[in-house]
């Protein structure tokens, strides 16, 4: 059997520094974790909820064994905090912690592997011993090209978040360069928060949120007020702002398995309204989302008589086609192919469908397959002279790629050329006799 006293830590037994220099970090003071800083922090910010925090650790028995070292594996370890992806002690005891700061964290057995402890690491109901190095954290990334970034301050209720269509009521706080530009109160759907005055960033942010978050929201341009800024909010183009929000209640939208079919093609009608509203105000990325809705209630359906395969056929054919035009203007090429090959699934002669595909297969420099889908469109309608134009560009493309392919295989066959006569010339002067002239 071990006791508390088997460790020693600065010459004295492991639970009498704890007891002497510790601070008790747990939030309801039950002395689950006692910290005690080794090496102070740089002085700043601590992690928040849902940061991305990397550490170094050390684990120990209150015998002195260790059982767990990310240092002898010499790779970091990388998490995020509050999100119950680790023990509990360490959630709690890395929100106390600045960067570059070094500290033990005494964990009753509740806090770390409870009444089962570990197979042949750590006995049942074991309290344990961490030494924790904080070495760097950063918002969780809310967004595959990292346009927005998320920190929670306070961590919200339950696990339900909205969905794309809730009701929403937030306070907002907008911030650029430090100065303070929107604070209100503002109820919106998602989806649709332009409406609002509200950035596209919020909006897409709002199915991370529980109620109650409040959280800090890093917005890069796509997602704040874009290449056209705000004027009304003295904002230029192209500015990375920040926004504080808080969400302090919602309503969901039914989600898709709520609804029967006749619901679906209602709503349908107003979403893709909505969508078309945007497309023409050249608000691409808010139109996106309203298509994408439609085509998610109703990608699955098939309809109990023609009328109704009809409407369904004609919802999807123009939410895909629509979703191919945005993501043309956004330069999302891989996915206006993608949609653009699920209307051609349902409609292979589909001309919109084909010449969009030639379009963003000519900008990915696929030329002879963006030909391709221009001559489909001819064959589907003759007159079409922006196919006839497209084909042309196609043709001088191929030339133009062609004429410099060949540029670079003649300079490199040069190369190869000079590169064996000069091995040439050096081998023969290798093979003379010497003294020969």
């Known amino acids: ?60 028995l209150l015998s002195g064994k260790k059982f767990d070292c990310s240092r002898d594996r ?55 011993v961490f030494e924790m190095e904080l070495l760097k954290f950063e918002g ?20 339900t978040n909205p969905n794309d269509g809730s009701s929403v009521e937030v306070h907002l706080e907008g911030k650029c360069g430090g100065r303070l530009f929107d604070c209100r109160d503002v109820s919106f759907i998602v989806g649709e928060a332009e409406d609002k005055g509200v950035p596209l960033g919020v909006d897409r942010a709002m199915d991370k949120m529980q109620k109650g978050e409040c959280c800090v929201l890093y917005l890069k341009p796509k997602y704040g007020f874009g290449s056209e800024g705000k004027p009304e909010f003295k904002i230029g183009p192209d500015k990375d702002i920040v926004y504080e929000v808080t969400l302090k209640g919602f309503q969901r939208a039914k989600e898709s398995w709520e609804m029967d079919l006749p619901e679906k093609l209602d709503l349908a009608a107003g979403v893709k309204h909505k969508g078309n509203q945007y497309v023409e105000a050249g608000r691409y990325n808010q139109a996106i989302i309203q298509y994408q809705r439609v085509v998610s209630w109703l990608e699955m359906e098939c309809g109990t008589g023609m009328e109704q395969h009809k409407r369904i056929k004609s919802y999807m054919l123009t939410s895909h086609l629509n979703l191919a035009l945005c993501f043309l203007r956004t330069k999302e090429f891989s996915q206006v192919v993608d949609n653009c090959n ?71 066959f040069q190369k190869f050329a000079e590169r064996d006569a000069k091995l040439g010339r050096r081998k023969e002067g290798e093979m003379r006799p010497r003294g020969a002239a």
């Open 1 to 60: 059997m071990t006791t508390d006293q088997d460790l020693t830590m600065d010459g004295q037994p492991a639970t009498a520094l704890f007891a002497a220099n510790g601070t008790d970090v747990t939030p309801n003071k039950d002395k689950g974790v006692i910290k005690v800083v080794k090496r102070q922090g740089l002085d700043g910010e601590r992690p928040m909820i849902g940061d991305r925090v990397t550490i170094h650790y050390t684990g120990k």
């Open 74 to 128: 010499k790779e970091a370890f990388t998490f995020n905090v509050g999100k119950g992806q680790v023990l509990k002690a360490w959630d709690i005891g890395v929100l106390s912690m600045q960067r570059g700061e070094v500290c033990l964290l005494l964990c009753k057995p509740e806090y770390a592997y409870g009444s089962a402890g570990n197979p042949d690491k750590i006995p049942p109901c074991s309290s344990v």
């Open 140 to 159: 969780e990334i809310l967004t595959d090209d990292s346009g927005i970034t998320r920190r929670i301050k306070v961590k919200g209720e339950g696990y």
């Open 342 to 412: 699920k209307v051609i699934e349902l409609d292979e002669n589909n001309e919109k469908a084909l010449y969009r595909r030639g379009e963003a297969r000519l900008l990915r420099n696929e030329f002879t397959m963006a030909m391709e889908d221009f001559q489909q469109v001819l064959q589907v309608n003759p007159s079409n002279r922006a196919a006839h134009a497209q084909i042309s560009i196609c043709q001088s493309k191929m030339k133009a790629h062609y004429e410099q392919d060949k540029k670079i295989y003649a300079n490199m």
